[in-house]
Nanobody, 126 residues
Framework: VLLQASGGGLVQPGGYLRLSCVDS????????MAWFRQVPGKERDFVAA????????AYVDSVKGRFTISGNNAKNTVYLQMDSLKSEDTALYYC????????????????????WGQGTLVTVSS
């Protein structure tokens, strides 16, 4: 497994969590990494992406202002800081990456990415 995600858990509404994803093969440092999320019975949806070259970021509208994606190139790690969590953020969060450099408009497209890590479960509930 090239991507190792961690950091999920149970948190109350309004709380925060920080997800981490390690690129153990140092494969994606020339491309982009992203987070998607999925709830049972629904599609896997885009959350946030980081294109390493240029540091470009993209977010789904529902998390803008609450979530922040960042990266540490030296550690081959991408983070997703999730603040002001809501119950609708409850999902299995997946980390993904590509060694290619997607165009900005394609950062939210699942087809831009080639490898997926295991999910980490985020539950927002009181």
């Amino acid at each position: 497994v090239l991507l190792q995600a961690s950091g999920g858990g149970l948190v109350q509404p309004g709380g925060y969590l920080r997800l981490s994803c390690v690129d153990s093969g140092n494969i994606f440092s020339t491309g982009a990494m992203a987070w998607f999320r999925q709830v049972p019975g629904k599609e896997r949806d885009f959350v946030a992406a980081l294109r390493w070259s240029g540091g470009n970021r993209a977010y789904v509208d529902s998390v803008k202002g609450r979530f922040t994606i960042s990266g540490n190139n030296a550690k081959n790690t991408v983070y997703l800081q999730m603040d002001s969590l809501k119950s609708e953020d409850t999902a299995l969060y997946y980390c993904t990456g590509t060694s290619r450099r997607p165009i900005l408009s394609a950062l939210d497209d699942r087809r831009s990415y080639t490898d997926w890590g295991q999910g980490t479960l985020v539950t927002v509930s009181s």
